[in-house]
């Protein structure tokens, strides 16, 4: 027997109604903010992530699924959608019309250990923001993130953190500082966080680890080495949250895994998925547009795991789907005619349902049951001879006669 990979998933019907209430709700609230959806390949030259998303972050040194293709050219599977959007926002010269706001949806891949809310394919959805350099779009993407959580009906235990990772003119003084603080420390971090000391200093305050946490806390932090311009920016920041009575909680400790953020970083976590914790995260990252090759342009961004969300979904806002019109047909020629008429009345946009498996009245009764049909046809011998159907009304029991050619006319009444 052949199986999904490890890490893989299988989202089936009884589920796929909640992704959809994600998706439509989040292309809505995103479409209210002046968003439009971007649609970009699945697979990117390897070196966009090496560059994009940094070639010491953990998702380039140990998710990505990489392989030369028949070419021999290193491609990966997009674990992320920040790279691309970039890629794609420099390669078609949108720098031009700005500002370009742009979501969007879809699966991401990333090599990790598979657990409850972690998998090896899983989906985000996320906004970019371009041309927006002040702390209002910092605010007003954090306003937007929050009421699709809320619309979402999942706003119950959820945290917003922030916290300023600082600019290229603070941020390397505040590190070497860190370093030398982590070097002293250096007994108490763990494995991992020893070997990355030199490359990746500031990733080990969110490490995880007992010995690393305790480090960090008494570890010098960058809000609190910010130069003139980051400290406006942030404190323009929390101005606005207070203002927009969004209640949140600076982290200090917040530093974001992908090496491209600066100023303001952001998290929304939750106490209800366990150690999977974290639903959206996002931030600021103005230079990247140039170091990836396009004209300067300050940008800000942010992603949510849909799995997650999934998982936190209010039920309350999932109808299942059940059908209007539930075709029962008895016999071998009512399967042919129904056939037909079912076919015509799709011609005439009604929808129906015929049953696909045949056999007594009673089990198929039973299955237009069990799909919670809101009207039954039967088209058995009696009908047949009568050129007729019977419709009967699922929730009282009525039933009524139709002639086969004036049917149309009162199914679509029906189906309004
Ligand atoms: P984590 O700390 O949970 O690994 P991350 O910092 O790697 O998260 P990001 O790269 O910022 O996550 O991705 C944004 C969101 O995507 C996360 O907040 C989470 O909801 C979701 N996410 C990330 N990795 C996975 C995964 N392997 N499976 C399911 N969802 C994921
Ligand atoms: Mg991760």
């Not at 999942?154 to 917003?160: E, G, K």
């Not at 323009?236 to 992908?258: C, D, I, S």
């Not at 939750?270 to 996002?282: D, E, F, K, S």
């Not at 015509?344 to 009604?350: H, K, M, P, V, Y």
């Amino acid at each position: 027997m052949i199986t999904t990979v490890r890490g893989t998933r299988d989202i089936l019907p009884a589920e796929t109604p909640s992704w959809r209430v994600l998706e439509e709700t989040a292309r809505e609230v995103f479409a209210a903010y002046g968003y439009q959806e971007l649609r970009t390949p699945v697979f990117e030259q390897t070196a966009l992530f090496a560059r994009a998303v940094g070639a010491t972050s953990d998702i380039v040194e140990k998710e990505m699924y990489t392989f030369a293709d028949r070419g021999g050219d290193s491609l990966s599977l997009r674990p992320e959608g920040t790279a691309a959007v970039v890629r794609a926002f420099i390669e078609n010269n949108l720098h031009r019309s700005l500002p370009w706001a742009v979501y969007y949806m879809g699966p991401m891949f990333r090599y990790e250990r598979p657990q409850k809310g972690r998998y090896r394919q899983f989906h985000q959805m996320g906004c970019e923001l371009f041309g927006a350099e002040g702390p209002l779009a910092d605010a007003e993407m954090m306003a937007m993130v929050l009421r699709l959580l809320r619309r979402l009906g999942v706003d119950a235990s959820l945290t917003l953190e922030i916290n300023s990772l600082g600019c290229m003119a603070c941020r390397g003084p505040y590190r070497t500082q860190l370093f030398a603080f982590l070097q002293e420390h250096v007994a108490a971090l763990c494995e991992h966080c020893r070997q990355r000391l030199q490359r990746n200093p500031l990733r080990i305050l969110d490490c995880k680890g007992e010995g690393c946490r305790a480090v960090a806390r008494q570890a010098p932090f960058m809000k609190d080495h910010l130069c003139g311009a980051c400290a406006d920016h942030f404190q323009g920041l929390t101005t606005l949250l207070t203002a927009l009575n969004l209640p949140f909680v600076v982290n200090p400790l917040m530093v974001r895994g992908l090496d491209y953020y600066n100023r303001t970083a952001f998290e929304v976590t939750t106490t209800a998925l366990g150690a999977q914790n974290a639903v959206a995260a996002g931030g600021r990252y103005d230079g990247l547009v140039a170091e990836m090759g396009g004209q300067a342009t300050p940008a800000i961004g942010f992603a949510m795991g849909m799995e997650r969300l999934a998982l936190l979904l209010d039920a309350a806002q999932v109808k299942l789907p059940r059908p209007d019109i539930y075709l029962v047909v008895v016999g071998d020629a009512a399967s042919r005619q129904g056939l037909v008429l079912a076919e015509q009345w799709r011609e005439a946009g009604i929808p129906v349902v015929v049953d696909p498996l045949g056999g007594s009245m009673k089990s198929q009764m039973r299955r237009a049951d069990r799909l919670q049909a809101r009207f039954v046809l039967i088209l058995g011998d009696r009908e047949m001879t009568e050129q007729g159907l019977l419709l009967k009304n699922m929730a009282n029991g009525e039933q009524v006669f139709l002639k086969w050619e004036t049917a149309v006319a009162q199914l679509s009444a029906l189906a309004a």
